[in-house]
């Protein structure tokens, strides 16, 4: 049984590119290594500075799905919302997580903003949104990322796809981590940029 794509966040018109591996075991799409401290941002925000807004980090293996009581949705640091069922309870829940070094995500699916302070294994897992890493970003057992990914390196290993989703991106950099001001040199702050207008979660045919 095939589980459809999940159609992009509503009010956002789509753009889209594709990495994956290739007959010659380069990715089909340009991908290029970066320096670990240049990678390991996003605009303004370090790693650092992002962990330190998303609280504690997952490390280990972790098996992210849907956590429903009754109908309604149930926060749990292993609820990453419910990208592939847009009708259900979890459909609009957009996560902030943090993760420890060497931490493999196993299956299941997830929305939103993941944060990484070293090396990231996706095993057939499905990541919708944003994916920033200060290590390599491995994919493996036909994982998948929708949206962007921010790494020192992406490497796949057998099957696996990057989908470049413009709209997902943006969908995650509504994250309540990203809004808070950020301390510059000589005492001045830099603030957010206006909330963009995008509705997550996905909606078929939006």
């Avoid at 956002?12 to 991908?31: H, I, K």
């Amino acid at each position: 049984l095939e589980t459809p794509d999940p159609a992009p966040p509503g009010g956002c018109d789509e753009v889209r590119d594709v990495a994956g591996p290739s007959p010659y075991g380069r990715p089909l799409a340009p991908l290029r290594r970066t320096d670990p401290g240049r990678a390991a941002r996003l605009g303004a925000l370090t790693v650092d500075t992002l962990l330190g807004r998303l609280g504690p980090e997952l490390g280990g293996t972790v098996r992210p799905g849907a956590v429903v009581k009754g109908e309604a949705c149930v926060a749990r640091v292993d609820n990453w919302g419910d990208p592939l069922r847009p009708g259900g309870a979890c459909a609009m829940r957009m996560v902030q997580v943090a993760l420890a070094p060497g931490t493999h995500v196993e299956d299941g699916a997830g929305q939103g903003l993941f944060v990484g302070r070293g090396d990231l294994t996706l095993a057939g897992a499905r990541l919708f949104g944003m994916v920033v890493a200060a290590g390599t970003v491995t994919l493996v057992d036909g994982a998948e990322i929708t949206g962007l990914v921010r790494a020192h390196a992406l490497r796949f290993d057998g099957a696996g796809r990057v989908e470049a989703s413009a709209c997902w991106a943006a969908a995650a950099l509504q994250a309540p981590a990203l809004t808070l001001p950020v301390r510059l040199g000589g005492g001045s702050w830099l603030g957010p940029v206006a909330a963009l207008a995008v509705r997550p979660p996905p909606v078929p045919g939006g």
